[in-house]
């Protein structure tokens, strides 16, 4: 009988590992989670008339699957972009839309969701015309050419400087048109450490960049030579 009663115990015992065993086996195993896309977050909303773009600044942008409305009007992201800003170009529709000084909305939605903010607009929205081409010392020096030997309000022809600036990485003259109400900036830059610059004519010409120091200084003692000639009212300047 105890030989008997002890094998009895040895096979309850194989058993119970054995159902033990099966009931882990069979335990169902939660599915991998995929990781959440991270919500839109726009920092700051800036309209570039001289290239003709709504500019947005933030992070989470993902321009692979951004869209976004302004004052109702659908756009889509330039394939410059990048995640922590988006480049939208004028539209037509857009022109339509934004027609005057006023605050309007902006929304922006990617696979993360979307993000909604009021931008205030201080003038009507224009597609650029096509710029002139380049000039051979200084790419700006056509649109500046055009500009000053134009009359207000296309231009600031016999227009007195109302101030300038100099230093050796940056120059800008100014023009105001006091009667009129209408104000240009020309300016030119250069970073010695990253070896570029720009110029442009603010706000109704390109920015174009500047391939070397030698372009900078070009446009630089084009802008000199302007205060030469003309003069300059010694204001504080207002860009």
Do not use: H
């Not at 700051?44 to 709504?54: E, L």
């Not at 659908?74 to 839309?97: I, Q, R, Y």
């Not at 979307?114 to 380049?134: H, I, N, Y």
């Not at 500046?144 to 400087?161: K, M």
């Amino acid at each position: 009988m105890n030989r008997i009663s002890g094998k009895w115990r040895f096979v309850s015992f194989v058993v119970a590992i054995i159902v033990c065993g099966s009931a882990l086996a069979a335990k169902p195993q939660k599915p991998p989670q995929e990781p959440a896309v991270a919500a839109p977050n726009v920092f700051a909303v800036k309209i570039d008339y001289a290239n003709g773009r709504v500019i947005l600044q933030g992070e989470n942008l993902e321009p692979d699957t951004a869209t976004a409305t302004f004052a109702g009007v659908v756009l889509a992201p330039d394939p410059g972009s990048s995640a922590t800003e988006l480049l939208f170009p004028f539209t037509a529709e857009l022109e339509l839309a934004v027609d005057e000084m006023g605050n309007y909305v902006l929304t922006v939605t990617t696979d993360g969701g979307s993000f909604t903010v009021t931008a205030f607009v201080p003038l009507a929205l224009q597609v650029p015309p096509e710029p002139p081409p380049a000039g051979p010392d200084c790419p700006c020096s056509t649109e500046w050419d055009i500009a000053s030997t134009t009359a207000s309000p296309d231009g600031f022809a016999g227009l007195i400087p109302y101030c300038s600036e100099d230093s050796t990485d940056w120059v800008t003259v100014q023009f105001f048109d006091v009667p009129a109400n209408n104000y240009w900036v020309m300016w030119t830059g250069w970073d010695s450490g990253s070896g570029s610059g720009y110029c442009e004519l603010y706000i109704d010409g390109p920015n174009r960049p500047l391939d070397s120091e030698t372009q900078f200084n070009a446009c630089a003692d084009y802008l000199r030579n302007l205060v030469a000639d003309r003069g300059d009212q010694d204001n504080m300047c207002l860009f």
